[in-house]
């Protein structure tokens, strides 16, 4: 029986009187690849970085391998070396090289031996087909390429969890292909356990084992990923599913 990873009780998030999400529950198995699809405005962001400490939560519960997350700043700190978060912004320090920035949290913070970490990088930058930018700066790179040594700066890490935000929002058409193919590799040839928001349908009918549809903060639909796109359950995530073109 696969491992159940993480897994989500009772979830409820406020911005002031505003209810940004309600009563969320999903559990996630070791391998699996969720994807959080829905309208903007729907909470899918929200919720993703609360299951990173980005974001609190008024009530509910979060587990971590069977065990029950305090929320507090320490122990997030500590899963944050665990829960690996790319974002749609980059957030590439801008002032270090592309390996300072991959180098960064293993060494300083993980503690790890630099030398180590350099060769590990150095590996990673090849499956990204980035190896000779080791030495360059962000402002030197495309947009597609920044996302990537993003991805690969999570990835040193050594994370058991990838959290996906929109990573391909921000890129040109072109570019957005070569983003997609790395999580999908990912997915097939690492077994990554990932929870992804995207707008791409077509890479998440071939990437989702299991969809959760939002709207309004509330999970409308939690479907086996190939049967929501073929018959999804609800009218309103067909409804979505035309307005996207799928």
């Known amino acids: 029986m696969t491992e159940e990873i993480l897994k989500v009780e009772h979830l409820n998030k406020f911005y002031g009187n505003w209810q940004a999400l309600h009563d969320i529950n999903f559990s996630l198995k070791k391998g699996e690849v969720l994807t959080l699809l829905g309208p903007s405005g729907s909470g899918k962001s929200t919720l993703l970085r ?4 980005l974001e609190d939560y008024e009530d509910g519960k979060i587990y971590f391998h069977g065990k029950e997350i305090n929320p507090s700043p320490k ?58 930018y080791a030495d360059a700066y962000p402002r030197e790179l495309s947009g597609g390429q920044k996302q990537r040594i993003a991805i690969v700066r999570a990835l040193a890490m ?9 990573v391909t929002a921000s890129l040109d058409p072109e ?24 707008h791409e349908m077509n890479f998440a009918a ?11 903060g509330k999970i409308v639909e939690d479907t086996p990923g190939k049967e929501f796109f073929a018959h999804p359950q609800t009218k ?10 799928f």
Do not use: C
């Open 50 to 53: 609360t299951l990173n400490g």
């Open 236 to 245: 309103r995530a067909q409804e979505f599913l035309d307005s996207m073109d």
């Open 75 to 132: 122990q997030w700190q500590a899963l944050r070396q665990k829960i690996g978060m790319v974002f749609q912004s980059y957030d590439l320090f801008p002032n270090l090289t592309v390996m300072e920035n991959i180098l960064l949290a293993p060494v300083k913070v993980q503690k790890r031996n630099e030398d180590e970490v350099r060769k590990e990088a150095q590996k990673l930058l090849g499956q990204v087909e980035l190896a000779d």
């Open 175 to 198: 570019m957005v292909r070569g983003v997609l193919e790395i999580i999908q590799r990912l997915s097939d040839n690492e077994h990554m356990t990932m929870i992804i928001v995207t």
């Open 206 to 216: 071939k990437i989702a084992d299991e969809v959760l549809f939002l709207e309004d």
């Open 158 to 166: 050594h994370p058991e969890i990838m959290l996906f935000d929109e």
